[in-house]
C-alpha cells in the first residue's frame, strides 16, 4: 500500500518543501498538479526540503484532469475545510494493496468548488475555530499523513 499527498497548484514553496520533508521521512509519495506558484529548483522550497529532496517519490502532473485519468478515481480524499466529514472518523486502514490519495487545494482559493463537489462524499476536514480561515498546508498533511499511518499501524517506516 502506498500513502500519497496531492497538492493542486501549490503556490508557497516553504510548504511544499515541508511537505516533501513529510513525504520522505513516511514514504509517502507526492504529487505537484500544475501550474504551480514557483520553480521548482527554488531556494526557499530547497531549504525546507533540506537535502532530502534527492529522496523524494515525485510525481508531476500537467493538470488535475491529467492526473484523474492517470489515476483512475483510485481511493481519494480530499481534505477542505468545506469536508462532509471529520478526518478522525475516517478508516484509512487498506489491507488491500490500493492507494490512497489525500489531495489539497491551493494555499489561497483551495480546491475547485466542482471537484469538491464530485467527490463530496471523500472531502475531510479537520476541526478549527472560526477565527482562522484556514490552518497551514503543510502542517495540516502532517497530521493526515500521520493519522492514516498510525490507523496502518506505521506500516513500512
Not at 484523474?68 to 478515481?73: F, M, Q
Not at 491551493?106 to 472531502?123: A, Q
Not at 490552518?135 to 502532517?142: H, I, K, P, R, V
Request: proline share 3%; charged share 25%; with cysteine.
Amino acid at each position: 500500500m502506498m500513502n500519497n499527498i496531492v497538492l493542486y497548484q501549490p503556490e508557497i514553496p516553504a510548504n511544499t518543501g515541508n511537505i516533501a520533508r513529510t513525504c520522505v521521512g513516511t514514504n509517502t509519495r507526492l504529487h505537484l498538479i500544475m501550474p504551480i506558484g514557483f520553480s521548482i529548483d527554488d531556494k526557499h522550497l530547497k531549504r525546507a526540503g533540506l537535502d532530502y529532496w534527492e529522496n523524494l517519490d515525485l510525481v508531476i502532473w500537467d493538470s488535475l484532469d491529467h492526473f484523474l485519468s492517470e489515476t483512475s478515481d483510485k481511493n481519494y480524499y480530499l481534505i477542505t475545510k468545506f469536508g462532509s466529514k471529520l478526518y478522525s472518523d475516517c478508516n484509512f486502514k487498506n489491507d488491500s494493496d490500493e492507494e490512497i490519495y489525500f489531495i489539497f487545494g491551493r494555499e489561497t482559493k483551495g480546491l475547485p468548488e466542482s471537484f469538491r463537489e464530485k467527490y463530496l462524499d471523500k472531502t475531510l476536514k479537520i476541526p478549527m475555530t472560526d477565527k482562522v480561515r484556514s490552518l497551514n498546508l503543510s502542517n495540516t498533511a502532517a497530521l493526515i499523513i500521520y493519522e492514516a499511518l498510525r490507523q496502518q499501524n506505521f506500516k513500512n517506516i
